[in-house]
Antibody, heavy 121, light 107 residues
Framework: EVQLLESGGDLVQPGGSLRLSCAAS????????MSWVRQAPGKGLEWVTS????????YYADSVRGRFTISRDNSKNTLSLQLNSLSADDTAVYYC??????????????WGQGTLVTVSS | EIVLTQSPATLSLSPGERATLSCRAS??????LAWYQQKPGQAPRLLIY???NRASGIPARFSGSGSGTDFTLTISSLEPEDFAVYYC?????????FGGGTKVDIK
């Protein structure tokens, strides 16, 4: 069974940093591109960033470029998201999600259960 | 960026009724459109990809149609478990974008 399990969400002060992780199981991790998608409380879905299966291509939303960094460790089946210079606008549930192939930029299936990041003083 | 506009924002229907949800793109996305269902407190679930292909395990009452800028998700006969929020998503151009969602609630 394909499973994605996020962790690392927390309460952080404005300007602070956080690192999220997504542990993948049930599939050959390196064969699939991955993404982070976030959802602010009571709001819709916002794509954040994607990485190809071989980690040779990354993509970022303008709202996070230069502050967030996506990475993956295919030997540990783990996807990561480093969040820096956080503001209240970054408060959201962060989901990791798999793409259907090694190249990023298609649909998302499946999704993890999400981890909550709250930015507040 | 490609803007996806979903309508209506809320659809109030009874079980057994037909639901028709719309997603309109600000420019052509060809057939590169997906639909997701999200229930309260849960992660989104893929329903349809490439405009009209049902994802694995999705019941046949869900169908997608359209191409270019106008797309439709149809639920032929609503089951109690179908009351949820539905999002469309395009993959034609970066950045990947989602529509604002349509909530299907019980009338």
């Amino acid at each position: 069974e394909v499973q994605l399990l996020e962790s690392g969400g927390d309460l952080v002060q404005p300007g602070g940093s956080l690192r999220l992780s997504c542990a993948a199981s049930g599939f050959t991790f390196s064969n699939y591109a991955m993404s982070w998608v976030r959802q602010a409380p009571g709001k819709g879905l916002e794509w954040v960033t994607s990485i190809s299966g071989s980690a040779d291509a990354t993509y970022y939303a303008d709202s996070v470029r230069g502050r967030f960094t996506i990475s993956r460790d295919n030997s540990k089946n783990t996807l990561s998201l480093q969040l820096n210079s956080l503001s209240a606008d970054d408060t959201a549930v962060y989901y990791c999600a798999r793409h259907p192939g090694i190249i990023a930029g298609k649909w998302f299936d499946p999704w993890g259960q999400g981890t909550l990041v709250t930015v507040s003083s | 960026e490609i803007v996806l506009t979903q309508s209506p924002a809320t659809l109030s229907l009874s079980p057994g009724e037909r639901a028709t949800l719309s997603c309109r793109a600000s420019q052509s996305v060809s057939s590169y459109l997906a639909w997701y269902q999200q229930k309260p407190g849960q992660a989104p679930r893929l329903l349809i990809y490439e405009a009209s292909n049902r994802a694995s395990g999705i019941p046949a009452r869900f169908s997608g149609s359209g191409s270019g800028t106008d797309f439709t998700l149809t639920i032929s006969s609503l089951e109690p478990e179908d009351f949820a929020v539905y999002y469309c998503q395009q993959r034609s151009l970066w950045p990947l974008t989602f529509g604002g969602g349509t909530k299907v609630d019980i009338k």
